[in-house]
């Protein structure tokens, strides 16, 4: 199958465009959109205002592809998932690829044609608004219109991936009572930083760092933004073949973690020499990039680890099969398998890209203390944070940040061993009991510290910090040392000793369920026993 | 052309489908039979590579499930018992959609539609919108995109609930004739009455394992050890029950009033003779008939066996 092939005889988009532009449906909402179109054209031009006009157009677009696209791809998908509709289009000959392409460009499709209306008239109006260069101002609409574009692809396939993977389909009312919340925070917040954001992108040519090298910014977009539609692509595309899948496999979930390291990496190669020249004074803006990265791609790898874990159906399920073709359990690189093995490998990578990103941000560009004034020019601490060489910098940076990025990758580790054991431990309970779990040891600390630190002790500071960092999300940044805080040793102990204490615990307990889960199974393979006889494990 | 060996079938910690092995070969209409819960959709979800066998074989038409799903896949027709449809499309354009999918020519497209359409009776309905359909129309629309790619290999998931008697009777036909043209169908129904009717063989599963299977009528030697004699006699009985006592094939019998049911090993040759020696010997046969229990007795007997 061709690509043309695969869009212009797509089954599931040649069923989408049926339903979806039936006249009585479709053409009350495009006479809306085109008299919206009209008003917003002719009112900007009567007044002169191109810019305001193509952004409401693009506002318009945005509304019509993100909120509306989304929930026809929920209302679509989880609709055929629901019914059991997919399952027809499983059983068909038809590549999951193909079926997944047909609901991505098929369950949105009217909303497309509704965004595609308002292109003429957003273009028309691009050509008037750089007064001196037409071409200048249909460029930067054109570039724009690509990045919404390849956004809407996103958030697309994100909701995609969601309908796949959620327990009910088309969501639950919680979720869509926070979907409308998320969408009105970010639509307004978004809506303003847009307005300002897309006249300075008007007036000056932005840059995006990518391994030191600065390229426009929207082939960095579309690089990012295809990266992850690629990888969401290829879960919705695994779980569009089987229910039952994982959404990835482990040796795409590895990949997922190298691309986003490689990605973090070229994004901050150099850092500091791209952004603006500041005042010398800590914590510098790179300090803040590198540990906003630290809790990224902990945060990511914690997902993929999760996305990967095996719960213990699936596991006594491996393992008879490995028992019946005469292995000893399922590799660790099949579903079934225990997470063990991928999740030191994500740790690692984890490891890795932090401490890269560390090494390479590169030092930040000081304005002179002298310069600045009699005040900044009397600060020893801004004068030697000016005076830094680059190795100097590179090596406080190293000895700042290697407590956080410790704490981040055993957090990661007792995060995934522990996911493992309770899912391993009971499949029902075991996301109510990791739950839980996370609940007691990442948020539990900050409430109790709040509490402490209402007290009027002359040493309630220090006590509620030491017990805010024993909770790894404000831990990996306390133990940083970014900011002076005091009793930074007591931080620095905490924050990392729960962490190896946990991943030690954890490793321990999984071992034992394991040993106990495969004794069970291969006692039974050895002896038929009761016909229908069920494992249950016990905890240790 | 169905081919099932060893299959297991675990969800979680409870084994649905224990070590099932079945046949069902070109031309044959297999009715898989079971109690609910006893695993015969779970067998048809897995066969159908919509539940991950823990292990076992699946061949369809020859091509095994686990390594070329796809293909397997082409050569199989799929009705669920509640069948799923979309209700904004045209019954053409829903037919269209899977016979897109199954790779029919895009020119041969609306002659098969209209023949499938044709077949199920609901030419008249072409243009009618899905969601106006009644239940039983539905179903007839769900048999006829089941047909629509010209499978091999057919998988009714109780294809008969919700249709009216005419459904049911053009159903039967259907299936009795798409046997005919050698195709593999694999039913499975809680109407025995109905399933007697076109089942060549039947398979019986209780709690996850296959009890029996094979062709009716070895079932039937297996699980009754022969067919009944139902035998009306008028007049004295003592001399009839004397002879029948006699005859070496002959079992325990049931009396209501003057029709007597007596269990019989024998073949028809033999059941001749034994009512040719009646009628020598002067017993006044009002009706004399040899017959084999249904597949409702035979299911009966088998899950009441396996139960004890």
């Not at chain 1, 309908?163 to 639950?172: A, E, F, I």
């Not at chain 2, 039967?172 to 809680?190: F, M, P, T």
């Amino acid at each position: 199958m061709g690509v043309a092939e695969l869009i212009l005889d797509n089954p599931i988009l040649i069923k989408h465009i049926r339903s979806r532009f039936r006249p009585g449906h479709a053409l009350p909402w495009f006479v809306i959109v085109f008299v919206l179109c009209v008003c917003t054209a002719w009112a900007g031009h009567a007044y002169d205002d191109h810019y305001s006009a193509i952004l409401v157009l693009l506002g318009l677009q945005v509304l019509a592809l993100t909120l509306g696209g989304a929930h026809q791809i929920t209302a679509s998908l989880g609709g055929a998932r629901e019914t059991g509709l997919l399952d027809f289009h499983r059983v068909s000959p038809l590549p999951p690829a193909v079926v997944a392409l047909g609901f991505f460009l098929g369950a949105p499709i009217r909303e497309y044609a509704l965004a595609a209306l308002t292109v003429p008239f957003a273009a028309f109006c691009a050509c008037f608004v750089d007064l001196f260069s037409l071409e200048k101002g249909v460029l930067w609409y054109a570039q724009l219109e690509a990045a919404v574009l390849v956004t809407t692809l996103l958030v697309h396939a994100s909701f995609m991936l969601g309908c796949l993977t959620r327990k009910k389909p088309r969501g639950s009312i919680l979720g869509t009572l926070i979907a409308i919340g998320v969408l009105l925070y970010f639509g307004t917040v978004g809506s303003v930083g847009f307005y300002f954001g897309a006249r300075w992108l008007l007036e000056n040519p932005l840059s995006m760092n990518l391994f030191g090298a600065m390229v426009p910014w929207l082939p960095w977009l579309i690089l990012y933004e295809a990266c992850a539609i690629g990888f969401v692509g290829l879960a919705v595309t695994r779980k569009m073949g089987a229910e039952r899948a994982h959404a990835f496999t482990k040796p795409q979930a590895l990949a997922c973690m190298g691309t986003l390291s490689v990605l973090a990496i070229a994004g901050l190669w150099k850092i500091g020499r791209v952004l603006p020249v500041v005042p010398p004074y800590r914590p510098t803006m790179v300090d803040f990039i590198i540990l906003a990265t630290i809790y990224g791609v902990s945060f990511a790898a914690m997902i993929l680890a999760k996305l990967i874990t095996p719960d213990v159906g699936e596991y006594i399920k491996g393992m008879r099969r490995a028992t019946h073709e005469g292995r000893r359990r399922p590799s660790s690189w099949s579903d079934a398998g225990s997470n063990r093995l991928v999740l030191f490998l994500l740790c690692a990578l984890v490891l890795i890209t932090t401490t890269a990103v560390v090494s390479v941000a590169g030092k930040q560009r000081f304005e002179d203390p002298a310069r600045l004034g009699n005040w900044w020019a009397s600060q020893p601490e801004a004068i030697d944070l000016m005076n830094l060489s680059e190795d100097a910098w590179r090596a406080s940076r190293q000895e700042m940040f290697s407590r956080p990025i410790a704490a981040s990758v055993l957090t990661v580790a007792y995060f995934g061993l522990a996911s493992q054991f309770f899912m391993f431990r009971s499949r029902r309970f075991g996301l109510v009991m990791l739950g839980l779990f996370l609940f007691a040891v990442w948020l539990v600390p900050i409430l109790v510290g709040a509490i402490v630190a209402m007290g009027n002790t002359p040493t309630a500071e220090s006590r509620a910090l030491a017990i805010i960092s024993l909770s790894p999300l404000p831990g990996v940044a306390l133990c940083s040392g970014l900011d002076t805080v005091p009793g930074a040793d007591t931080i620095r102990l905490a924050a990392v000793a729960p962490p190896i204490t946990f991943a030690f615990i954890f490793n321990y307990l999984l071992v034992i369920i394991q040993r106990k889960l495969d004794r069970q199974l291969r006692d039974q393979a050895k002896a038929p026993g009761p016909e229908f006889a069920t494992v249950r494990p016990e905890l240790v | 052309m169905i081919r099932v060996r060893d299959l297991r079938v675990d969800y979680d910690q409870i084994c649905a489908v224990r070590d099932l092995s079945l046949d069902v070969g070109a031309g044959e209409v297999c009715g898989l039979i079971g109690p609910n819960g006893a695993g015969k959709t779970t067998t048809m979800r897995a066969m159908l590579g919509l539940i991950e066998p823990t292990y076992g074989t699946i061949e369809l038409d020859g091509v095994d499930m686990r390594e070329r799903p796809r293909d397997a896949c082409r050569a199989v027709g799929f009705m669920p018992d509640f069948p799923p449809m979309y209700d904004d499309l045209m019954c053409w354009e829903f037919l269209d959609l899977f016979a897109a999918s199954y790779f029919v020519p895009r020119g041969d497209r609306p002659e098969v539609i209209a023949r499938a359409l044709e077949l199920v009776g609901l030419t008249e309905k072409r243009k009618a919108m899905v969601a106006e359909l009644s239940r039983g129309m539905r179903q007839r629309l769900m048999l006829a995109k089941t047909l629509i790619p010209d499978p091999k290999v057919l998988m009714l998931d109780e294809p008969a609930s919700g249709l009216d008697p005419q459904g049911r009777i053009d159903l039967k036909n259907v299936v009795k004739r798409l046997a005919a043209v050698g195709k593999a169908v694999l039913i499975s129904s809680h109407i025995l009455s109905e399933m007697s009717e076109f089942c060549t063989s039947v398979a019986i599963m209780e709690r996850g394992r296959m009890v029996i299977s094979g062709t009716i009528a070895e079932i039937h030697d297996r699980v009754i050890g022969g067919t009944v004699l139902v035998i009306e006699v008028l007049g004295a009985t003592s001399e009839f029950e004397a002879i029948v006592a006699a005859d070496g094939h002959t079992g325990p019998f049931e009396r209501e009033g003057s029709v007597f049911s007596i269990r019989y090993r024998g073949e028809a040759e033999e059941a001749s003779e034994l009512l040719a020696t009646l009628v020598r010997s002067g017993v006044r046969v009002a009706s004399f008939a040899r017959k084999r229990e249904g597949l409702e007795e035979l299911f009966l007997k088998v899950g009441a066996r396996e139960l004890s």
